[in-house]
Every structure is written in C-alpha cells, then in structure tokens.
C-alpha cells in the first residue's frame, strides 16, 4: 500500500508563488512516474504536470507550461510543484498521483494511489 499526502497549499495573491509537496510512504514510488492534478468542484480531474520516475523527463499541461515545474526527491519519497505566476483561474485542490508506469502521462488512468488534496486560492 502507498500513502500520498499533499501539503503547501494556501491563500496568495495573483502573481504569486507556492510550492506544493507530496511524501509518499508505505511501498515506494521510486521507481514510477508521478503526477499533479488539480480538479474543482463538478469539473473532471485536470492534469497538470508529469516526472518520469528519475526526474530526467516532465510533461506539462499547456496551461501551466512556463509556470509550473514539477521535481522529485527520490531518497526523500518527495515530489515537488513550484507554482510561479499564479492565477486566479489556478485556484482549486491540487492532488499527488503515483503512476502505474515509469514514464510521464496525462492520462489520470496511468495513476493507481491518489494524496487526500490541497487548496490553492489564488486572489486577483
């Protein structure tokens, strides 16, 4: 089993940066790729960035490209979303998955354990 917890979200003003974090316990995900999702209320899960699973490949959604940059600590069970130049149409929870493969994908059927989420509200 696999354990994904979320932490870093909060309140900032549009412009702004966080950094988002997921630890991962349990089963280790050093060898698979990891992902951040975002999904508001009623809406799909979004993708947003992709790491394949030794940080040498990401993937990101157009929305966020040149914004965002996604990393991992694998000696830490750790990945990483620095969010710069916020929006407020980032605004909504943000969630850490574990991919079911090595590699970088948009497709949240390719993630198999999923963090509890964290809000980001970005002020205009």
């Known amino acids: 089993q696999v354990q994904l917890v979320e932490s870093g979200g909060g309140l900032v003003q549009a412009g702004g940066s966080l950094r988002l974090s997921c630890v991962g316990s349990g089963r280790t995900f050093g060898g698979q790729g990891m992902a951040w999702f975002r999904q508001a209320p009623g809406q799909e899960r979004e993708f947003v960035a992709a790491?394949?699973?030794?940080?040498?490949?990401?993937y990101y959604a157009d929305s966020v490209k040149g914004r965002f940059t996604i990393s991992r600590d694998n000696a830490k069970n750790m990945v990483y979303l620095q969010m710069d130049s916020l929006k407020p149409e980032d605004t909504t929870v943000y969630y850490c998955?574990?991919?079911?493969?090595?590699?970088?994908?948009?497709?949240?059927?390719?993630?198999?354990?999923w963090g509890q989420g964290t809000q980001v509200t970005v002020s205009s």
């Open positions: 998955a574990r991919g079911r493969y090595s590699g970088t994908s948009g497709d949240r059927r390719h993630y198999d354990y």
């Open positions: 790491i394949n699973w030794s940080g040498s490949s990401t």
